[in-house]
């Protein structure tokens, strides 16, 4: 038999209630400085009462030159602490679990919003409207490194129950790892083993930080899901590699803003068979590794999730856009009241204006199914 969706599980001897997780959503709810509003706190609490497992924070800049958009979170100075401590205090008033995800946007940072020029593995402009990034040093490179070590640091003085490395969708350790964005010659570019050189010094770095107790997982892009890019198979080799040096979970997703429809947030998720489009990157992955796999992308039912998890081909589920409209849903799930969430996957929540001072459905309101 497999794992019941609303059973017990841990990370890294961190219990969590079930084996539901709310993946990490920028939710725009912070200051200029990065410090959490009442709005984000609240936001937390709401979604700790509706049940979720575990909540993954909205990505949280390690360097103030890696931000992306505005009101995101940040652990760039010890400044910061005070305030993610009484986040990670409202959350645990509420009997809830808290992951920090730690993040560098590389060359997807925002000149209009850090001031400066976006840096990155390789001097190689995406198809956003971004500038050109500036390639990395190999002095830049430890500072970088240093960064998410100090950030996991402020993470676990701030009181999160652990951390959350962003290696996905297309911000700095996916550039590392991908041959779209990494044409370096140097020991970080070329062959895997040395794409992987970055993440690999990031996790030591980190866990040098923080010691060998506290959960350090991961999120990793499992295909850039783009011909040329980072496959499938590399992303089982990067797994395996990770366990080895000691991540804890590996959060499986893929695409990048550049993958088209195959990116991380799909739309026209109308049926269960078009839900947890992950889950066969997440069951390759699963049957290299030993460590609990979260698996995102699309869960809208409670029956695919019971079903990915009976099957084995994951340890959790995630999920991001529902809760945005209905943060209780794991109650609702739980006492019957409903089998699939409201969310129609429109990612209205998303656009520029709509989202200003922060995410919201743009459905709420409207006679929709």
């Not at 200029?32 to 924070?57: F, H, K, Q, S, W």
């Not at 990155?120 to 990034?133: F, G, M, W």
């Not at 589920?317 to 006492?335: C, G």
Request: aromatic share 6%; proline share 5%; glycine share 12%.
């Amino acid at each position: 038999m497999g794992t019941h969706l609303f059973s017990e599980g841990s990370i890294k001897g961190i219990t969590l209630k079930n084996r539901i997780v709310r993946s990490a959503t920028w939710e725009g709810m912070c200051d200029g400085e990065g410090n959490p509003t009442e709005r984000l706190i609240d936001l937390y609490r709401a979604l700790c009462r509706g049940g979720v497992g575990l909540i993954v924070t909205g990505y949280t800049y390690v360097r103030a030159d890696g931000k992306e958009m505005p009101g995101t979170m940040g652990i760039h100075s010890d400044d910061r602490i005070p305030a993610l401590n009484r986040l990670t205090l409202a959350v645990h008033e509420e009997g809830g679990r808290i992951f920090c995800q730690l993040f560098h946007g590389g060359g997807r940072a925002s000149t209009t919003v850090t001031g400066v020029r976006p840096l990155a593995p390789s001097e190689i402009k995406d198809t956003t409207d971004r500038d050109l990034p500036r390639a990395m040093t190999e002095q830049d490179i430890p500072e970088l490194v240093a960064s998410f070590a100090d950030g996991a640091g402020r993470a676990r003085r701030a009181g999160f129950d652990g951390i959350q490395l962003h290696g996905a969708h297309g911000y700095l350790i996916n550039q590392f790892l991908s041959p779209l964005t990494n044409a370096r010659r140097d020991a970080y570019g070329g062959s895997l083993e040395n794409r992987m050189r970055f993440l690999r010094e990031v996790c030591d770095a980190v866990r040098q930080e923080v010691g060998p107790s506290y959960p350090v997982a991961i999120k990793l892009t499992a295909a850039d899901n783009i011909p040329g890019g980072f496959t499938l198979e590399e992303a089982v080799t990067v797994a395996r590699s990770l366990e080895a040096w000691g991540i804890d979970a590996i959060e499986v997703s893929s695409g990048t803003r550049d993958s088209g429809e195959e990116g991380p947030a799909r739309q026209k998720i109308d049926s269960p068979e078009r839900e947890a489009y992950n889950a066969p990157c997440a069951r390759r992955i699963k049957e290299e590794v030993r460590v609990p796999i979260l698996v995102v992308g699309g869960f809208r039912s409670r029956e695919v999730g019971e079903a990915i998890l009976e099957k084995e081909g994951a340890d959790f589920i995630a999920l991001s856009r529902p809760f945005i409209r209905e943060p209780d849903l794991v109650r609702k799930w739980e006492a019957g009241r409903a089998q699939r969430a409201s969310c129609i996957s429109c990612n209205g929540c998303f656009l520029p204006g709509i989202t200003e001072g922060g995410i919201r459905c743009v459905q709420v309101g409207k006679d929709t199914p």
